[in-house]
């Protein structure tokens, strides 16, 4: 299966300022996700980054809050913008594999926003 | 619309106990299950996978888990827990989301604590 490396592992961030979460995977793949879990709680989609074309975010989220750049088909990047208190979770990437029957996640980014 | 849900929120065994940690599913069309681990700290890690076959997976760590279409479930389980299984356990349903694209839905976890 592919390896994610996400960075950073942790941040903690003043309200108001942004923060870019990097996944780099060790092999070309279609299909990137970002998801959040917040704290205590299931990993929610935030969305879908295909290299070549716009992401697809989910209800609830939107690009001006989280923007996605999918530069090629190893990288991506989420940024949180304009942090609040309620950002603080964790943030995960994966990518599907397999013909899209397994997925992979990276080791997270938990960030906490003061 | 698709959905998972895992009715315990927390799960006590023994250790060398058996133990199962419980998750049904609601999705269109055949469904494609998984179950993954989260230990403090650290990202998802892949247990098992259901796509089509033996009801009966077997996966990581001497994890199994047992799909049962009449009752929509996909229950994990372990003939033997140890102090190390202690972690969220996450059960996922892959659905098609358009445009050529799937995307896995989440349960909420279920917390395992094997006691020694």
């Known amino acids: 299966s592919a390896v994610i490396s996400q960075k950073p592992s942790r941040d903690i961030c003043q309200r108001g300022t942004s923060l870019t979460i990097q996944c780099q995977v060790d092999?070309?793949?279609?299909?990137m996700f970002w998801y959040r879990q917040q704290p205590g709680q299931s990993l929610t989609l935030i969305a879908t980054a295909n290299q070549g074309s716009e992401a697809t975010y989910e209800s609830g989220f939107v690009i001006d809050k989280f923007p996605i750049s999918r530069p090629n088909l190893t990288f991506s990047t989420l940024t949180v913008s304009n942090m609040s208190p309620e950002d603080s979770s964790i943030y995960l990437c994966?990518?599907?594999?397999?013909?899209?029957?397994?997925?992979?996640f990276g080791s997270g980014t938990r960030l906490t926003v003061v | 619309a698709q959905s998972v849900a895992q009715p315990e929120d927390q799960v006590n065994v023994a250790e060398g106990n058996p133990l199962t940690v419980k998750c049904t599913y609601s999705v269109s069309g055949n469904p494609y299950l998984f179950w993954y681990v989260q230990y403090p700290n650290r990202g998802l890690q892949f247990l098992l996978k259901?796509?089509?076959?033996?009801?009966l997976v077997k996966g990581s760590y001497g994890f199994e888990a047992e799909f049962n279409k009449s009752q929509t479930s996909f229950h994990l389980k372990k003939p033997s827990a140890l102090v190390s299984d202690s972690a969220l356990y996450f059960c996922a349903v892959r659905h098609y989301s358009g445009a050529g694209s799937y995307q896995l839905t989440f349960g909420k976890g279920t917390k395992l604590s094997v006691i020694p």
């Open positions: 092999s070309q793949v279609t299909m």
């Open positions: 994966s990518v599907a594999r397999d013909g899209a029957y397994g997925y992979t």
């Open positions: 259901y796509i089509t076959g033996d009801n």
